[in-house]
């Protein structure tokens, strides 16, 4: 089974259609709803987890594009809490690009977000909280 | 030419004296000779700060007007459990306590352990309150049978760090040898080799810096969490006769200390909760040793250098766990350690630690200054540690 975070984005005149019932009932996909804003005769935002097979999954995206819904991966980014950090080096060697670096006269760590592909490796080894996650609604 | 540790505060009181850290000492003894240099220098600082899970704090809490006895009831702190087997007021919270609600490792999914004992400890010395949750059965002297109430170091008449095991003379360098990744106190091991973690200081450890524990015993003065701390009692597991390198320094865990601090004196700046994925809650502590300079073998101990301390590479994921499988996976000095990989059954593997050297360094400096203005005085040990090394025979 494949779980994907999108954000669905609905013109104004497609909210009025039963989409998570039909993603469901029609497409056999779990629909896991982060975050949602919708407003009738408004553009609406969703961000949602969809957990399926492959298969599942493309048909039920088939199905949104088909009512004019745009599908966009979820925006992620994480960030480094340089006050939270005290350099101890624990998430180094789990980044596999090495995004979080360390510089070894100053025992700074660092972190180049243009580096990062979002692994959350290091969000599970560090052990100060001093990497966080951002979901971006776009 | 002996130095005695009232020589060495006299000077401190008069501004005099000359200290230098761990790191720092190295230079001087290089440029001006150990002959030289017992002359010039009077103490050198050490430090250290990481997860040190054998930490804890007792806690008194007031009595309100209808008094209640907590001994053999039960207490928690923000929902997590304290130890009530004491007097009516005194309470322990230890640094790994877990609330009940917390899913720990269920579910087959290393848990994340977001909140816990170390976290109250931190939340109490920064200056925030948390809510006492206590239950008793009640008696005639102590009528109260519930109380909840949101308290903070105020609310009590004491309060200490009472750690009885921190700041372990050298530590096991954890791999893993399975292909499967694993959780430990020694964080995530990636399978085959993936990655090494160490936990110490190295050459700024407090315990390496004096092996043979000449001038540390129970009763020395230490930085603590920001607080005057003493050294109450050798630690828990305290291991003098663990096998030792030439210079005398260990080559496996080997000596402990027991701490005890006032936790009105620390700042949440020197003292981290922390969660380990899979394993648990846990307290990040900074200590610093300050080691009097009382003659030219203690100015040899404190002048050894990271290449010339090694560290027993240990294997998490059979032989520490099981006790069966490789147990010999070879020794790596600190500077290998440091330098972001080392070799293991001809691999190169890269390495990461959970003791922080930035901070160590900081903490090395801060006592330094401290002493440099007179604040902090040194103690002569009221009584040595379990195998240490006082005389002349050190050599």
Redesign the interface.
């Known amino acids: 089974m494949k779980q994907t975070k999108l954000v669905f984005i609905f013109p104004e005149n497609t909210v009025e259609e039963p989409i998570t019932y039909n993603l469901i009932t029609n497409y056999g996909v779990q629909v896991n709803i982060l975050r949602a804003s919708i407003d009738p005769g408004k553009q609406g935002r969703m961000v949602v987890e969809l957990g399926g097979e492959e298969i599942q999954i493309s048909q039920a995206l088939n199905y949104l594009e088909s009512l004019g819904v745009l599908v966009a991966p979820l925006a992620q980014k994480i960030r480094h809490l340089e006050d939270r950090c005290?350099?101890?080096?624990?998430?180094?060697?789990?980044c596999p690009t090495r995004a979080l670096d360390?510089d070894?006269d100053?025992?700074?760590v660092s972190f180049d977000s243009e580096k990062c592909i979002v692994c959350f490796s290091c969000l599970?080894?560090c052990?100060?909280?001093a990497m966080s996650v951002e979901e971006q609604f776009a | 030419m002996a130095k005695t540790i009232e020589e060495i505060n006299a000077k401190i009181r008069s501004g005099k004296v000359v200290v230098f850290t761990a790191e720092e000492i190295v230079e001087v003894v290089r440029e001006q000779g150990i002959k030289q240099a017992v002359r010039e220098v009077d103490v050198v600082t050490t430090g250290t700060?990481s997860?040190m899970c054998s930490s804890g704090a007792f806690l008194n809490i007031k009595q309100q007007k209808q008094k209640m006895k907590l001994g053999g009831g039960f207490a928690t702190l923000n929902g997590v459990p304290a130890y009530a087997g004491l007097a009516a007021a005194d309470i322990y919270i230890g640094a790994t306590a877990i609330p009940d609600g917390d899913p720990r490792n269920g579910n087959g999914r290393?848990g994340k352990f977001r909140y816990g004992g170390a976290h109250v400890i931190e939340e109490l010395v920064a200056g925030n309150r948390v809510l006492l949750k206590g239950g008793a059965y009640g008696t005639d002297c102590y009528p109260a049978k519930t109380r909840e109430q949101t308290i903070g170091l105020k609310d009590m008449n004491d309060a200490f760090l009472f750690n009885p095991r921190n700041c372990y003379q050298n530590y096991n360098v954890a791999v893993n040898l399975s292909d499967k990744p694993i959780y430990t106190y020694m964080?995530?091991l990636?399978p085959k080799l993936?990655?090494?973690?160490y936990c110490s200081a190295g050459q700024l450890s407090p315990l390496l810096n004096d092996p043979h524990f000449r001038t540390i015993g129970i009763g020395t003065r230490v930085f603590f969490c920001g607080a005057e701390g003493y050294v109450a009692w050798p630690g828990t597991q305290h291991n003098p006769s663990a096998p030792r390198l030439e210079n005398g320094t260990p080559k496996t865990p080997a000596g402990t200390i027991a701490l005890i601090g006032d936790m009105r004196q620390m700042s949440a700046q020197w003292l981290?909760a922390?969660?380990?994925?899979g394993y648990g809650v846990t307290l990040?502590v900074a200590v610093g040793v300050p080691i009097p300079i009382i003659d030219e073998d203690i100015l040899r101990s404190v002048s050894v250098t990271d290449d010339q301390l090694k560290a027993p590479v240990v294997d998490y994921s059979e032989y520490y766990p099981f006790g069966q499988g490789e147990a010999k996976l070879g020794e790596v000095t600190y500077q290998e350690l440091?330098?972001?990989s080392i070799r293991v059954k001809d691999q190169e593997v890269?390495?990461?630690?959970?003791?922080?050297?930035?901070?160590a360094?900081k903490v090395a400096h801060h006592l330094k200054q401290l002493i440099e203005d007179g604040d902090f005085l040194l103690t002569q040990f009221q009584a040595p540690l379990p195998g240490a090394v006082t005389g002349k025979e050190a050599a």
């Open positions: 005290t350099g101890c080096t624990a998430c180094v060697p789990h360390v070894r100053s025992w700074k599970e080894t052990i100060y909280h | 700060f997860p290393p964080g995530k990636k993936g990655n090494a973690y981290r922390v969660s380990f994925t990040s440091k330098s972001g890269p390495t990461g630690s959970f003791s922080s050297y930035a901070l360094r």
